[in-house]
């Protein structure tokens, strides 16, 4: 089988082509990647000289680049995506291009050369808004509530409409927040780690009160290779683990594993349009698929923790004054 993976630089992408090829020595996997904000070469230079992968410098928005690597290859797995939140509300222009026309490039050159690919779109549970009571399924309104979210549920538009109009084999997945080894220090987890580590304050947005599904990401891979192998055209999978936990809560367990104190816990002005709690009703890919979370949150979190103790020659030059700000939303914002 022969895979085309976009935006495999970033966290959950490199960690899928490792996950991949660690489990099928006979996969090719051609990774295109913009090498932009998110995405480090360093996590992909264990398998960077394996015969069977390959990779390819260029933007999912160049048509003639996309086309030409979507004639020769039985998958595509669409991880390429401006992801930061705080980011889309002070510059939302890359996110529209990049999540939104990319996603297009992609779709229009399938159409156009290789109709009988298979197409993962890998999306967010942030499309959905607010889970004030109960957890959202695939049937559920989507009610964006940053550009980020905005961008990937129009993304996800063009998934549908190019699967009923075109009858494209297209699949659209959408997982809780994400964690694990070599995530982007601006997130949530490696942020309040490596500022713990170097007993800088820990900022928390408002209250610290808004709580979030966390997903171990090897499992969040396992479940994407699911719909690759067995996903039906057209049908959307959520996943989710059940690990919701406010931030504040978060952050505090984070401290514990550092033996640092809950006093680092500052609370900085809250984003505009920040949603309250997410949430997501998994039960359609545990049941048709066969999926579920083989980690449990708390080794998971252990796990990631140490990963961070014992890697910052990883993450050092990525950790900038810029990407480790308390409030990024307020970064550049005009």
């Not at 090829?21 to 990774?31: G, K, R, V």
Request: net charge negative; charged share 25%.
């Amino acid at each position: 089988m022969k895979l085309l993976v976009t935006g495999g630089l970033g966290f959950i992408g490199s960690t899928f082509i490792k996950h991949t090829l660690s489990q099928n020595s006979d996969t090719e996997i051609i990774n295109v990647d913009i090498n932009g904000f998110g995405a480090n070469p360093e996590s992909l230079k264990e398998i960077k000289d394996l015969e069977n992968y390959k990779f390819v410098l260029g933007d999912i928005s160049n048509s003639y680049l996309i086309e030409k690597l979507v004639k020769d290859v039985d998958v595509i797995v669409n991880f390429a995506a401006e992801t930061h939140v705080d980011r889309s509300i002070a510059e939302a222009y890359k996110f529209i291009t990049t999540n939104i026309l990319g996603t297009f490039t992609i779709l229009e050159s399938i159409r156009r050369y290789n109709g009988s690919v298979k197409y993962v779109q890998i999306s967010t549970d942030e499309i959905y808004g607010d889970a004030l009571e109960g957890s959202f399924n695939e049937t559920n309104r989507i009610n964006p509530s940053n550009p980020y979210s905005a961008t990937k549920a129009s993304a996800d538009a063009l998934c549908l409409a190019y699967h009923r109009t075109y009858d494209l084999n297209i699949n659209i997945t959408r997982c809780t927040n994400n964690f694990g080894p070599n995530q982007f220090p601006e997130k949530l987890i490696p942020k309040t780690t490596i500022r713990a580590l170097r007993n800088f304050k820990i900022p928390l947005y408002g209250t610290g009160e808004n709580i979030r599904d966390w997903m171990y990401v090897y499992d969040h891979c396992e479940a994407i290779s699911l719909v690759v192998k067995k996903g039906k055209p057209g049908e959307i999978y959520n996943v989710s683990s059940g690990n919701e936990v406010s931030n504040i809560e978060l952050c505090k367990e984070i401290l514990t594993l550092l033996e640092k104190p809950d006093d680092l816990i500052t609370f900085v002005d809250d984003r505009p349009g920040h949603d309250l709690r997410y949430s997501l009703d998994s039960s359609k890919i545990r049941s048709e698929l066969g999926w579920k979370p083989t980690k449990s949150f708390t080794s998971a979190l252990k796990e990631t923790v140490n990963w961070y103790k014992n890697n910052d020659s990883w993450w050092t030059p990525l950790a900038t004054r810029d990407v480790l700000d308390p409030t990024p939303w307020m970064v550049n914002a005009n």
